[in-house]
């Protein structure tokens, strides 16, 4: 049985902690809504790019003469995983969700017989992925000096698998990264980025419906567009990412609130009964010494 | 035949302006061309220049640095790597653009020792940026 003292002090303790998650669930409330709001200004930009390459996919993609970015190199020997995972931890299972989607692709390519090659974007899933893998490592772009995420930072990451693939590094990229549903289901999630797959238009804007003049040609436009293809998808990748683990720090900050808060209730009725229990003893003590005279 | 035609022109981190207009000029890889409604759907890529969007209430100008742009009958989308209005385009926006082409193009002289078509592309950008300096008289 504790003391009254130290009881006390856990109460105090538990409150000031209570106070910081709060706190945190607060910022990553007001960062969240910042998040959101960058992934909807990107999303027009990302589905007309996808509109138009799909349309540009669809007519070049069967000649021989294709752009290895969209056609592939012809194998699948070597893959590239391009883990995104936040900076910082406290964001309940974010990280880890990425991670085992991560470590489960690799297990599976392995039994296959494919080489993995990982590059990870954001300190949390290096370090999730270092402890078995660390010999697969080829790379790490470290964000946490990065404030607001920009297209120049996807364009950095882009350049680095781009470098790779024109090297002949690997012949199949495929970013792990968290889609973002709402605040309480985010969505791991697997996307091949090289060879290139484009999701085909929707029925109604049908891109192969309009017949469409290139200038300069189909092949250049589509050289040129590819790579920026590239930079686009890891750049909605990233926004998904950082708005998903502010969604995640929100929830997992309100759980953490409301389960301090259940326990100073428990506490403070440990305390209070141990409080009682106290004075009744010297109340006890009082009267039978009293009776004993 | 409609006389305006929808107008977007976003990038990837904003979509910056989306409106009627009359026409737009557009700096096109292989030439600059003027959009107006019932235009041949056309896709061409941009390069860095100053696409001029005059609407019913007077014209917009923006400075483009590269992407493409999408033409149809009935609209015309531009989807610029930056564009930034060009109002607010000031020296330091500027210079920083050039130094990126600068730094594009060295490093293409580095690893396309011996292959003319990305150098030349990559001088070309940087012509076409300091040209665009001139162009806004900045």
């Known amino acids: 049985m504790p003391s009254l003292k130290d009881l006390k002090l856990r109460i105090e303790s538990v409150k000031s902690t209570r106070k910081i998650t709060k706190a945190m669930q607060m910022v990553a409330a007001a960062k969240l809504r910042r998040a959101q709001e960058a992934a909807e200004e990107a999303r027009p930009y990302a589905e007309r790019f996808n509109a138009v390459m799909a349309g540009l996919a669809a ?120 889609k973002f549903v709402n605040v309480v289901t985010q969505i791991p999630t697997a996307q091949q980025v090289i060879p290139a797959a484009f999701e085909a238009a929707d029925g109604e804007e049908a891109g192969a419906s309009t017949l469409y003049d290139y200038e300069p040609g189909e092949e250049e436009i589509l050289a040129d567009l590819l790579p920026r293809g590239v930079a686009t998808q890891v750049f909605s990748a990233l926004l998904e990412n950082g708005a998903s683990e502010q969604g995640a720090r929100m929830s997992a900050m309100d759980n953490a609130t409301r389960n301090a808060g259940e326990m100073i209730d428990k506490l403070t009725i440990q305390y209070n009964r141990s409080r009682q229990a106290v004075i009744t003893n010297e109340l006890i003590e009082i009267i039978s010494g009293a009776e004993a005279l | 035949m409609a006389d305006t035609m929808q107008f977007d022109l976003v990038s990837p981190e904003r979509s910056l302006a989306s409106f009627q207009v009359n026409a737009v000029q557009i700096p096109g890889a292989d030439g600059d061309m003027t959009a107006m409604p019932g235009h041949t759907p056309v896709i061409t890529t941009l390069r860095p220049g100053v696409l001029k969007a005059e609407g019913p209430d007077g014209a917009k100008e923006y400075v483009v640095s590269g992407g493409f742009a999408e033409i149809n009958a009935t609209g015309l989308s531009v989807l610029a790597e930056k564009a930034i209005p060009l109002n607010e385009m000031t020296r330091a926006h500027l210079d920083e653009l050039i130094a990126d082409a600068r730094a594009k193009h060295e490093s293409a002289k580095e690893t396309f020792k011996n292959e003319p078509g990305p150098v030349d592309d990559a001088a070309k ?12 008289a900045l």
């Open chain 1, 59 to 178: 007519s070049v993609g069967g000649s021989d003469s294709a752009p290895k970015l969209l056609s592939g190199t012809g194998k699948d020997d070597v893959h590239l995983l391009v883990v995104m995972t936040a900076e910082r931890g406290l964001c309940g299972g974010f990280n880890s969700n990425i991670a085992r989607l991560a470590r489960q692709k690799i297990e599976e390519l392995k039994t296959k017989g494919k080489t993995v090659k990982i590059l990870t974007v954001g300190k949390k899933g290096r370090d999730a992925l270092k402890r078995d893998h660390a010999s697969l490592f080829v790379g790490h772009v470290d964000l946490s000096e990065v404030k607001r995420l920009g297209y120049a930072d996807a364009q950095g990451i882009a350049r680095k698998i781009l470098d790779r693939f024109d090297a002949g590094e690997f012949d199949v990229a495929t970013i792990f990264y968290s």
């Open chain 2, 125 to 136: 950008l940087l012509a076409d940026m300091v040209a665009l300096g001139d162009h806004i």
